[in-house]
């Protein structure tokens, strides 16, 4: 297992010192923030008086809610500009003291093609991606980053933006060879009365019977070859994924082994969140992204394992 670093000899290393510098630009980004707000709601109680004085109605009340809007989303960007530079540098600092690499935005490739075809993912309108990970853990190249999706439902004043998934998107190389499919997934109930085969993007998959109960009580597997799939999703490999998810609190867990690696997706609370506008905050987040990563580097080693 990598041994991490801690926060103080992140901070002895260089970070203590650069985030002093940074001191200043911090307490300016708080006072904008905090006057755009009080523009807000001053904006939007006169927009909202006039409404009622002028008698404009519903009308008027939804204008004032418009504008009070705008002036906090103007605030939060402002606010995540500043945090998007504190962090790339905080969990940065962490990434290099692993000798792999970071970045605030994330920039998804085949596997998220690979995770929507397989419908590992939910179906969605727009997506947001941040916090990319990647390099090698433990001799396994992985490739880590957090998603959120979010779809538009309803119609008309009923109309709304529902995120429909946020969580972790992690793909790595396996060290046991395989050819075949193999899909991990929560499918509920299951109506087999006329088969219970599976169809993506053209690839036809069939239900796998396994040989442990507990896990076929949780998650239902498909495949292309049946003994590829009992031999890569075998008993002990079972109880792995069962305490991934028992680990991270986490649900709706789907793990694909696919062209000789893992794609697994799992939602998840929002993560490697180091950075704030507050620097008696640093140290306490800091120490928490480094914990969350010391569990990315559990699950990275608990999801491969070598040829038996």
């Keep these: 297992m990598i041994e991490l670093p801690d926060v103080d000899s992140l901070f002895d290393g260089g970070l ?15 006072a904008k923030l905090f006057k755009i707000r009080i523009w807000g709601v001053a904006a939007a109680a006169i927009v909202g008086t006039i409404a009622l004085v002028m008698g404009w109605g519903t009308f008027g ?22 945090v998007n530079i504190l962090k790339q540098e905080m969990n940065g600092s962490l990434a290099k003291a692993l000798d792999i690499n970071y970045s605030v935005d994330a920039f998804p490739g085949q596997e998220f093609k690979t995770a929507r075809t397989y419908r590992l993912l939910p179906s969605h309108d727009d997506s947001y991606f941040q916090d990319q990970w990647h390099g090698s853990i433990s001799g396994t190249d ?17 109309k709304q933006t529902v995120t429909v998934f946020s ?6 190389q396996f060290a046991r060879s395989f050819l075949g499919t193999t899909l991990v997934r929560r499918d509920g109930f299951k109506f087999t009365l006329f088969g219970d085969n599976k169809n993506y993007g053209g690839e036809k998959l069939e239900r796998i019977k396994m040989v442990h109960p507990d896990f076929e009580d949780t998650f239902d597997v498909y495949g292309n070859d049946q003994v ?14 069962l305490a991934i998810e028992r680990e991270f609190d ?23 969140e180091s ?34």
């Excluded at 009340?61 to 500043?82: D, E, S």
């Excluded at 590829?228 to 994924?241: A, N, T």
Aim: charged share 25%; hydrophobic share 40%; with cysteine.
């Design 16 to 30: 203590g010192e650069w985030l002093e510098g940074q001191k200043a630009a911090r307490a300016r980004t708080a």
């Design 61 to 82: 009340y939804f204008a004032a809610g418009i504008i009070g809007f705008g002036f906090f989303a103007y605030g939060q960007h402002i606010q995540q500009q500043m």
């Design 142 to 158: 992985f490739l880590l980053y957090e998603t959120r999706l979010t779809e538009e439902q309803g119609s008309g004043k009923d």
């Design 167 to 172: 969580g972790i998107v992690l793909r790595l």
């Design 228 to 241: 590829e799939s009992r031999y890569l999703v075998h008993p002990e490999y079972c109880e792995r994924l």
């Design 250 to 272: 986490g649900s709706k867990m789907t793990a694909l082994f696919k062209e000789g690696d893992i794609i697994l997706v799992m939602k998840t609370n929002d993560m490697f």
């Design 275 to 308: 950075a704030s506008l507050d620097p008696a905050q640093d140290r306490e987040r800091l120490g928490k992204t480094i914990s969350q990563f010391a569990t990315i580097a559990a699950l990275v080693k608990k999801l491969n394992e070598r040829p038996r």
